[in-house]
Structure formats: C-alpha cells, structure tokens
C-alpha cells in the first residue's frame, strides 16, 4: 500500500523566507511524528500528534518552528524567518499499532 | 532524558561474514527498540524491532537482542549481502499501550558489505 509521502522532496530558500513542509501520512494511522536529520545532530524529535490529544512539541528547537495537522491526516511543519542552521533533512513518520513507526523519504531543506 | 549510544560508527565486511551493532540506552523505562535501515536519498525503513518483554527476536538474516539488565541492545546480520550496504540506526522509546511516543536514536552505522 501507499506508504507516508511527504512534499516537497527538496526546498531551497533564501535566509529569512518563511516554508512550508508537506506530510501525508499512511491512510488510518492515527499518529504522526516530525524529526528533522543533519549531519552535526543526527536524528531528533521534533513533534508528534497523536488522535485528539494535544501535540507534544518538546523538540521544537525555537518559537520559528510550528505544525498543524488538519482533520486527523495531513500535517504542515512550518518554519518562520529561515536560518542556514535550519537546512537539514526534515523527515515525518506515522504509526497505527502504538509503538511502530514509518518513515516517508523527507523533505531536503536548504537555506542560502 | 533518554540516551542511546550506538558502535561501531562505520563497519566494513566481506559478503558472507555476519556484522554486529551495538547499542546502550540510559532510560530504564523504555520499553520498544526498533532498528532502522537508512539508504542514500531515502527515509529510515524499520526492519526489526523488540519490545522489552521479550529478549530476542530474529527475523530471516536479521536478529535483535536485549539485555534490560545492562541496558544494551544489538542488531545481528547474517550471511550479509552488497544490498545490506546502509548506514543503520537504532533507537528506543518508552511506548505506553495506546500512547504514541517519541523515538530517540543512536547516532547510525555505516555498514559496507564488499564483494
């Protein structure tokens, strides 16, 4: 079946701009997680929403980073004013049975 | 908050030989240690994972071992393969039934399988 998708699959911005990241998740999955992978940090938490509960934001790395996830699917991860220390790989993941998790092949961002 | 260490950071092979990865996590109360397969360009794709109530699991080439008592956890390849050649991640959660939760992960090996 369809696995997560995410769009777009690279994203060059210019320091400043604010972006937009896209993650449809796999159909019936009712959690959904933001990591975001760089070469100097490797693979952190960034956010996960989970049904009808609040989202844990702990990861979010400043007040820049935010996500919404519309209607129990879909979800943005929006970054406000860039920063070259944001270019990284943004990768969102989502999961049915409580402890398994998919990944989807991520979003390359790139901030000149 | 949870810590996991992951060795060898790179592992070369010869094709046949088995490869062994190491991982220690600092929390006593995580609960699922999934291992994760990492090619260029792609997402992480979950290849095997074991929950704490179990200390071993093996599925074709690939086995998975826990140790609760000392924290550490390991990923067994078997008969390896050119196409096994990834970089590997392990990670661990402390997953409540109904509860999603966040992963925290080794820092990755790069395995190489070679001819």
């Known amino acids: 079946g369809a696995g997560v998708s995410q769009s777009p699959s690279n994203k060059v911005t210019e320091k400043g701009k604010d972006v937009e990241l896209r993650c449809d998740p796999i159909?019936?999955?009712?959690?959904l997680y933001w990591y975001r992978q760089s070469l100097g940090q490797g693979l952190e938490f960034l956010i996960y929403f989970q049904g009808n509960s609040a989202p844990d934001k702990s990861g979010l790395p400043s007040d820049r980073f935010s996500a919404e996830r519309t209607g129990g699917s879909v979800s943005t991860l929006t970054i406000q004013r860039t920063q070259q220390e944001d270019s990284a790989v943004y990768l969102c993941?989502?999961?049915?049975?409580?402890?398994?998790?998919?990944f989807g092949p991520g979003t390359r961002l790139t901030v000149t | 908050g949870e810590n996991v260490e992951q060795h060898p950071s790179t592992l070369s092979v010869q094709e046949g030989d088995s490869a062994v990865i190491k991982c220690t996590y600092s929390d006593s109360a995580s609960n699922y240690f999934p291992w994760y397969k990492q090619e260029l360009g792609k997402g992480p794709q979950l290849i095997i994972d074991?929950?704490?109530?179990?200390g071993e699991k093996k599925d074709q080439r690939i086995a998975v071992t826990l140790n609760k008592t000392a924290k550490h956890f390991s990923l067994h390849i078997t008969e390896t393969q050119p196409e096994d050649s990834a970089v590997y991640f392990c990670a661990a959660s402390r997953a409540d039934t109904g509860t999603a939760s966040k992963l925290t992960f080794g820092t990755g090996t790069r395995l190489q399988v070679t001819l």
């Open positions: 993941a989502s999961g049915h049975i409580f402890y398994e998790q998919y």
């Open positions: 074991i929950r704490s109530n179990v």
């Open positions: 159909s019936g999955h009712t959690a």
